[in-house]
């Protein structure tokens, strides 16, 4: 299929759809939106996008990144109607059914943009990866600890880091905080790393809060923001 995007029509129709899903979970989602003339239109030089499971939001960021990328067409990342689009393509992934068959869905932006509002822009289950992805597009790995997770899910890593443009898009602090919370072997987050207590992102949040009343966090380096971080994270930084 070619990568298109909902017209105004489509997504007042998608958005409808979300609210009826919260009565109704066994709703079956308006896939014909997709290719309806009047509720989605083409984007220039569209590029092919095929259905696939991402199983994670890295692999779903280096998935849409290319083909993008292949596209050629700037300013995408604030097209609404194309991220809603793509939402709805992939949305078996994005709202699953439980096994009796039921969706249920999270808040609004996760599924439909709010570009406005960058707390918010980054809640979208897949605009939210691929502006990460992009952000650290000489290295994305390194943003592994909010890229890690189902792509449908957002944990307490992702609720603390990712909100943050001047913590998410700072190289050495998303570096820092994979090798803080992810587990090496798993390819996951480590245990404990999703919580509230000493060493949590939470915290680590409020500390560089802290840091950035005297430093300049775009210029320290990771070994002087490792001499910096207080003990309590020292049962992330034992495994790491």
């Known amino acids: 299929m070619k990568l298109r995007k909902l017209t105004s029509l489509g997504i007042t129709q998608f958005s409808e759809y979300l609210d009826l899903l919260e009565n109704e979970p066994s709703r079956l989602p308006p896939i014909h939106l997709l290719e309806d003339s009047g509720c989605s239109a083409s984007v220039a030089a569209a590029a092919d996008i095929q259905h696939r499971h991402f199983g994670t939001r890295y692999a779903a960021a280096e998935y849409i990144n290319s083909v993008l990328t292949k596209s050629g067409e700037a300013n995408l990342d604030s097209d609404v109607g194309m991220w809603s689009w793509l939402t709805l393509f992939y949305f078996d992934e994005l709202c699953p059914k439980d096994k009796s068959g039921n969706r249920y869905p999270r808040e609004r932006a996760a599924y439909i943009p709010e570009p406005q509002n960058f707390q918010r822009y980054y809640r979208h289950l897949l605009l ?33 880091l990712a909100a943050y443009q001047e913590i998410v898009s700072n190289k050495t602090i998303i570096e ?28 680590l949040t409020t500390v560089l809060d802290q840091f950035d009343v005297t430093w300049d966090l775009y210029a320290m380096s990771l070994s002087e923001f490792w001499k910096l971080l207080p003990r309590e994270f020292d049962k992330f930084r034992s495994t790491t």
Request: glycine content about 14%.
């Open 128 to 160: 939210g990866p691929h502006l990460i992805f992009r952000a650290h597009i000489d290295k994305p790995k390194r943003a592994m600890a909010v890229l890690c997770q189902p792509l449908h899910l957002i944990d307490d890593i992702i609720a603390q």
């Open 176 to 203: 820092m905080a994979t090798q803080l919370y992810l587990d090496p072997v798993s390819g996951g987050k480590k245990r404990g790393a999703g919580g509230k207590g000493p060493g949590s992102p939470r915290r």
